[in-house]
């Protein structure tokens, strides 16, 4: 599939998906039962990127700042967030302990 064909088939079957979720109610079951499709933004980004900032989209209008679901996400999804933010900057992983394979570090702000 070109990146044209991805971007106009998948990527928008993602961000229109995610538009519905955002009126899920906010719980960490809903994050475990979201983690792979959520995760799915991040597997293939053709230009010009559209998946990931419908990812911060919906992040930023849902979980973001909201402290209780900060130490239990999903491993995949922290895993979006600091990678969002190392590729585009921003507070999207702000206060998060993010574990690597030889050390544990935390995105303060």
Same mark, same amino acid.
């Given at each position: ?9 998948? !990527? ?10 955002? @009126? #899920?109610?906010?719980? +960490?079951?809903?994050?475990? @039962?979201?983690?792979?499709? =959520?995760?799915?933004? *991040?597997?293939? $980004?053709?230009?010009?990127? $559209? ?6 989209? *919906? ?12 130490? +239990? =996400?999903?491993?995949? $999804? ?5 990678? *969002? ?5 921003? @507070? ?5 302990? #993010? ?7 935390? $995105? !303060?702000?």
């Amino acid at each position: 599939m070109s990146h044209d064909e991805f971007n106009s088939v998948a !990527v928008s079957l993602y961000c229109e998906t995610l538009e519905a979720l955002e @009126d #899920l109610p906010l719980s +960490i079951q809903s994050l475990q @039962d979201m983690e792979n499709f =959520l995760a799915s933004a *991040f597997s293939r $980004i053709p230009t010009p990127a $559209i998946a990931p900032f419908a990812f911060e989209k *919906f992040w930023r209008a849902t979980y973001h700042g909201h402290s209780q679901f900060r130490n +239990i =996400l999903p491993s995949k $999804i922290k895993s979006c967030l600091a990678c *969002f933010v190392a590729a585009y900057g921003g @507070d999207l992983a702000d206060g998060l302990s #993010l574990a690597t394979a030889s050390q544990s570090q935390s $995105i !303060v702000r």
